[in-house]
């Protein structure tokens, strides 16, 4: 079965440092997509980036990045230069392959980030 | 400019009384997703539609139901909400395929009372 794990249940940075927010992943599939989600306490999920398990190249989506290490199984997303407006809950999530023939998009946990001025 | 809309995004219903939230998309995205989300926890797919295929997670309980009459509009059912299914409720629409990312609309957070 698939599985994402974020182990950082919350994480603090300073404005205008980079932070790097934790994802592994489990899967059997040799072709997967990873994507990370962000939701601030409004409720909406904002698409941030994604990954292509056949992707040579790191992500990379404005400030931020992705550091894929498929040997690994882990997608970590990077922010740098922090904002204000980047306290969030920040979730990873695989795309997997269900029983309709559709690719499902799966979440982790997901990690609180609180940014500090 | 939104693309994903939930209406309401606020919604309170007495214990037993059934509740129907909707969902409507501008996207003309084949799949449209239903996740049930609480506090401090990642979203939990209910089911999903491809096209007019209806797809159950096996946990989902028959309490939840579902329709997609439309391309862009689909509604979620609680037929007898319970205290335990005060949640957010989070409607999403993707393209098919893998790579495909899904976009959600603003939720609709449900108080039982």
């Known amino acids: 079965a698939q599985k994402i794990t974020q182990t950082q249940p919350g994480m603090f940075v300073q404005e205008k440092e980079a932070v790097t927010l934790d994802c592994t992943y489990d899967?059997?599939?040799?072709?997967?997509?990873l994507f990370w989600y962000k939701q601030p306490s409004s409720g909406e999920m904002i698409f941030l980036i994604y990954q292509g398990s056949y992707d040579q190249q790191n992500a990379t989506e404005g400030r931020y990045s992705l550091n894929f290490q498929k040997a690994r199984k882990s997608a970590n997303l990077v922010i740098s230069a922090s904002q204000l407006g980047d306290s969030a809950m920040y979730f990873c999530a695989m795309r997997v392959l269900a029983s309709g023939g559709s690719y499902i998009p799966t979440f982790g946990r997901g990690t609180s980030l609180i940014v500090h001025p | 400019d939104a693309m994903v809309i939930q209406n309401p995004r606020y919604q309170v219903t007495q214990f037993g009384k059934p509740v129907t939230l909707s969902c409507s998309q501008t996207l003309n995205h084949n799949v449209m997703y239903w996740y049930q989300q609480k506090s401090s926890q990642a979203p939990k797919l209910l089911f999903h539609y491809y096209d007019k295929d209806f797809n159950n997670e096996a946990d989902t309980p028959d309490n939840f139901q579902s329709r997609r009459p439309n391309t862009s509009f689909c509604f979620l059912d609680i037929r007898s909400p319970g205290l335990g299914d005060a949640a957010m409720y989070l409607c999403?629409?993707?393209?098919?395929?893998?790579?495909?990312?899904?976009?959600f609309g603003q939720g609709t957070r449900l108080t039982v009372v």
């Open positions: 999403a629409t993707s393209r098919v395929g893998q790579a495909a990312e899904a976009f």
């Open positions: 899967t059997s599939d040799p072709s997967y997509g």
